[in-house]
């Protein structure tokens, strides 16, 4: 049974800083990409970064240049260091971890950002 479960959410004015962390337990080994999605309040569940096992990576357009994202293969664990927030990026972020045909999510975490 795999879980991943995330932390670090919060509330922060715009302009401050945030860091999501997520960890993933159980035996599956390394993902192929892990990352995260958003999704904020009557709008659908979005990309803002993922990264493969490889090190290659994708970012939303609306995040590029503010966000970074890194992660611990042998751990299983991905960061999302979030910069220069503004207000649209409140939502609900969530992890995600992909294998093959499988998909995970974790639970989600809130992030506020107060204009």
């Known amino acids: 049974q795999v879980q991943l479960v995330e932390s670090g959410g919060g509330l922060v004015q715009a302009g401050g800083s945030l860091r999501l962390s997520c960890a993933a337990s159980g035996s599956i080994g390394s993902f192929n990409t892990m990352g995260w999605y958003r999704q904020a309040p009557g709008k659908q569940r979005e990309l803002v970064a993922t990264?493969?096992?490889?090190?290659?990576?994708n970012f939303a357009d609306s995040v590029k240049g503010r966000f970074t994202i890194s992660r611990d293969n042998a751990k299983n664990t991905v960061t999302l260091q979030m910069n220069n927030l503004e207000h649209e990026d409140t939502a609900v972020y969530y992890c995600?971890?992909?294998?093959?045909?499988?998909?995970?999510w974790g639970q989600g975490t809130q992030v506020t950002v107060s204009s």
């Open positions: 990264m493969t096992i490889g090190g290659s990576i």
């Open positions: 995600n971890a992909a294998k093959w045909l499988s998909q995970y």
